[in-house]
């Protein structure tokens, strides 16, 4: 019986499809495109979500975009108010703390680092605290307003972080050493304090983490604590430095996980000067851990992700 050409190549080609589905490469599971984020006024940066709801900051903290995690859409924007110049609040890191600014309030408050230097004179750098409210307007559309609470200055540091440890009701805060980053544990000030001091030279930290840079690892972005780890993204492609996603262990106080983010295939390596590819932060959703780039958030299969380590070898541990 002779079988038609087409009616050969369809069979085939369903034969290469289904091996395909039942044989998938480990990199090609490791992560899935969930959303595509709308283009920004100014550059991306930190990320943190609440609830079903993302928070995008950006350069300058002159604004956030609110995203729909369920729906995966965009929601709207609100307006934030910085005291410093515009330009010396990066916005780098942004986390949700677990405490409220009054009992009914539906979100926590919102930390946003500035990250640069304020004040030459003590180096000083600014961690400043919102209070977020949600509102329907008469058209049944969301928006969401903000609130300055709190300014938590850090001094000492040329640039500085704020990581929040909500399960053990803390902050880390996180500045580059010689080499290293070096992460402080203190307690959260209290939000009737409107305006903060955190100097490590004299107030004694609760606990102490410094990490090795390896000379392959160089800015860092968003970081996020979670379940007893500090998620720590580094690398500006367009600075032609490599993205990596370190993961540290607050027991062991040293890293668990160094993953080369190239190696996972979500972009193309050879484009080291796309700035489009920098992983701006990291956060948990609903059970899973997503990657923000500048354009693109990505669900990742961390058990995957974490086949990738290559933490113990490298030359210079």
């Known amino acids: 019986m002779r079988i038609p050409f087409i009616s050969l190549l369809f069979f085939i080609g369903s034969l290469l499809f289904a091996q395909s589905e039942v044989f998938p490469l480990n990199k090609e599971k490791a992560y899935e495109k969930y959303m595509v984020l709308v283009k920004p006024k100014t550059s991306v940066q930190g990320g943190a979500c609440f609830g ?22 965009y929601v709207c924007s ?22 409220y ?18 004040s030459n004179a003590d180096g000083r750098s600014n961690v400043y605290v919102y209070r977020i409210s949600k509102h329907t307007v008469r058209d049944d559309s969301i ?3 903000s609130e300055l609470v709190q300014t938590i200055s850090v ?21 580059e050493g010689k080499g290293n980053s070096i992460f402080l544990k203190y307690h959260v000030p209290d939000v009737r304090q409107k ?3 955190i100097n490590p030279l004299e107030t004694s930290a609760l606990d102490t983490i410094i990490t090795n840079h390896f000379k392959i690892l160089k800015h860092n972005q968003g970081i996020l604590c979670h379940d007893g780890y500090i998620f720590m993204p580094f ?5 032609r430095e490599e993205p990596y996603l370190t993961i540290i262990d607050l027991d062991k106080k040293d890293y668990a996980y160094i993953v080369n983010l190239y190696d996972l295939e979500m972009f193309n390596r050879l484009n080291l000067r796309d700035n489009t590819w920098e ?3 990291f956060f948990f959703y609903d059970g899973d851990y997503f990657i923000g780039y500048r354009s693109v958030i990505y669900k990742l299969n961390m058990d995957l992700v974490k086949e990738s380590n290559y933490f113990y070898n490298i030359n210079c541990r």
């Open 279 to 281: 992983p701006e932060f």
């Open 155 to 175: 001094i000492g540091a040329s640039w500085s972080e704020c990581v929040t440890d909500n399960e053990h009701d803390a902050i880390w805060i996180n500045y």
């Open 101 to 118: 600014y009054n009992k009914g309030d539906e979100f926590p408050l919102l930390y946003v680092s500035s990250g640069y230097t304020v």
């Open 52 to 73: 079903d709801f993302l928070f995008v900051g950006h350069d300058r903290n002159s604004y956030m975009d609110v995203y729909d995690m369920s729906s995966r859409m």
């Open 78 to 99: 609100m307006t934030m108010q910085t005291p410093e110049p515009k330009n010396r609040c990066h916005a780098n890191t942004i986390n949700f703390g677990n405490q």
């Open 235 to 239: 690398g500006v492609p367009s600075w």
């Open 195 to 197: 305006n903060a001091l």
């Open 143 to 145: 928006v969401f307003r």
